[in-house]
């Protein structure tokens, strides 16, 4: 198991137990904020949250059992690990803390490890086959278990790491989506963590004291370029404090009409209206950088003032 941060030595124990009170409030917060903005979980939901035994999936369950008690509705949550035989999994971690929790789980157990190492020569990859197995057995798991919401335990940090990676690497400006219905159609995939920082999760986990399992025992390489963009944001959120807070809203405001893609707006079918419009092209004056309207409860953009933040507009 992986062992936590030490605590702060210089924190009294009152200012730990005031800090820590205000850390569980603001994860509530934001997780029933991403709820509701999504209207994630409804009346009657059979919720699977999977867990890997990791910082984040151990948060989503423990925040989502706490909403569960406040929530106006009622649902259901199964908690369902996949052990794939990873060398030194660790199988009696999680039934433990599962049992100790009281919550409903199930474990299911199949050998995808060797299926990958037979099939992926050595040193190649293995997370493209690994993945698709999990996703195959997982979605059969909830079919069996008679769920028909998935949860996941992607934070913001993942969210706005998967832009850039679609960006950088792949040509497309695709974040990773609070909701949307599994590639099989069957499920409805919900990320309750989508609004909560990686910062808060590892605090979280710390106090918790989660008995962590490493996400490294299948011996894969980490993916360089995902580390890459990681680093770049960690350095960009010490360097611009609110600039990753503004990437979050800025991705729940979108303006079609300034970005290039012809079929999300008909660039070709523009014509002069006649009518004055704000939000029409201000041709030749520069672009002003303006917050975006609050919408239901969602932070306003956090000022940040540096140089690159406005357009051009003698280019
Ligand atoms: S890191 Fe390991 S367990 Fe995770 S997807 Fe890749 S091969 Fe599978």
């Given at each position: 198991m992986v062992s936590h941060p030490p605590k702060?030595?210089?924190?009294?124990p009152e200012k730990e137990a005031f800090e820590n009170h205000k850390l569980d409030k603001r994860l509530c917060r934001e997780v029933g904020r991403a709820i509701v903005d999504f209207n994630m979980i409804e009346e009657g939901d059979r919720v699977m949250v999977c867990l890997s035994g990791g910082k984040d999936s151990y948060t989503m369950l423990d925040i989502l059992l706490k909403m569960q008690q406040r929530a106006p509705v009622s649902f259901e949550l199964i908690a369902v690990n996949l052990d794939q035989k990873q060398p030194g999994f660790p199988a009696d971690v999680l039934p433990a803390y599962l049992s100790q929790l009281g919550v409903k789980f199930h474990i299911e157990t199949q050998d995808t490890y060797s299926i990958v190492k037979q099939v992926i020569p050595e040193g190649k990859t293995m997370c493209s086959l690994c993945s698709r197995l999990r996703r195959g057995i997982l979605y059969r798991v909830a079919r069996e278990l008679g769920c028909n919401k998935l949860a996941l335990g992607h934070h913001r940090d993942d969210m706005l790491q998967t832009l850039f990676l679609n960006m950088f690497f792949g040509g497309k400006l695709k974040g990773m989506p609070p909701k949307l219905v599994s590639d099989n159609g069957e499920f409805v995939v919900i990320r309750p963590l989508a609004y909560v920082v990686e910062k808060d999760i590892v605090r979280w986990a710390q106090v918790q004291q989660y008995p962590i399992i490493p996400c490294t025992l299948c011996g894969s390489q980490e993916n360089l370029q995902r580390k890459q963009v990681g680093d770049m944001l960690r350095d960009w959120d010490k360097r611009f404090p609110g600039r990753l807070e503004n990437m979050l809203t800025a991705l729940q405001n979108v303006v079609p009409s300034h970005l290039m893609d012809r079929q999300l707006y008909p660039f070709e079918s523009i014509k002069a209206t006649g009518v004055a419009d704000d939000e029409g092209d201000k041709a030749f004056d520069e672009e002003p950088i303006a917050p975006p309207p609050r919408a239901s409860g969602a932070p306003s953009v956090i000022p940040i003032a540096q140089p690159e933040a406005t357009t051009g507009a003698c280019s």
């Amino acid at each position: 198991m992986v062992s936590h941060p030490p605590k702060d030595p210089c924190m009294t124990p009152e200012k730990e137990a005031f800090e820590n009170h205000k850390l569980d409030k603001r994860l509530c917060r934001e997780v029933g904020r991403a709820i509701v903005d999504f209207n994630m979980i409804e009346e009657g939901d059979r919720v699977m949250v999977c867990l890997s035994g990791g910082k984040d999936s151990y948060t989503m369950l423990d925040i989502l059992l706490k909403m569960q008690q406040r929530a106006p509705v009622s649902f259901e949550l199964i908690a369902v690990n996949l052990d794939q035989k990873q060398p030194g999994f660790p199988a009696d971690v999680l039934p433990a803390y599962l049992s100790q929790l009281g919550v409903k789980f199930h474990i299911e157990t199949q050998d995808t490890y060797s299926i990958v190492k037979q099939v992926i020569p050595e040193g190649k990859t293995m997370c493209s086959l690994c993945s698709r197995l999990r996703r195959g057995i997982l979605y059969r798991v909830a079919r069996e278990l008679g769920c028909n919401k998935l949860a996941l335990g992607h934070h913001r940090d993942d969210m706005l790491q998967t832009l850039f990676l679609n960006m950088f690497f792949g040509g497309k400006l695709k974040g990773m989506p609070p909701k949307l219905v599994s590639d099989n159609g069957e499920f409805v995939v919900i990320r309750p963590l989508a609004y909560v920082v990686e910062k808060d999760i590892v605090r979280w986990a710390q106090v918790q004291q989660y008995p962590i399992i490493p996400c490294t025992l299948c011996g894969s390489q980490e993916n360089l370029q995902r580390k890459q963009v990681g680093d770049m944001l960690r350095d960009w959120d010490k360097r611009f404090p609110g600039r990753l807070e503004n990437m979050l809203t800025a991705l729940q405001n979108v303006v079609p009409s300034h970005l290039m893609d012809r079929q999300l707006y008909p660039f070709e079918s523009i014509k002069a209206t006649g009518v004055a419009d704000d939000e029409g092209d201000k041709a030749f004056d520069e672009e002003p950088i303006a917050p975006p309207p609050r919408a239901s409860g969602a932070p306003s953009v956090i000022p940040i003032a540096q140089p690159e933040a406005t357009t051009g507009a003698c280019s």
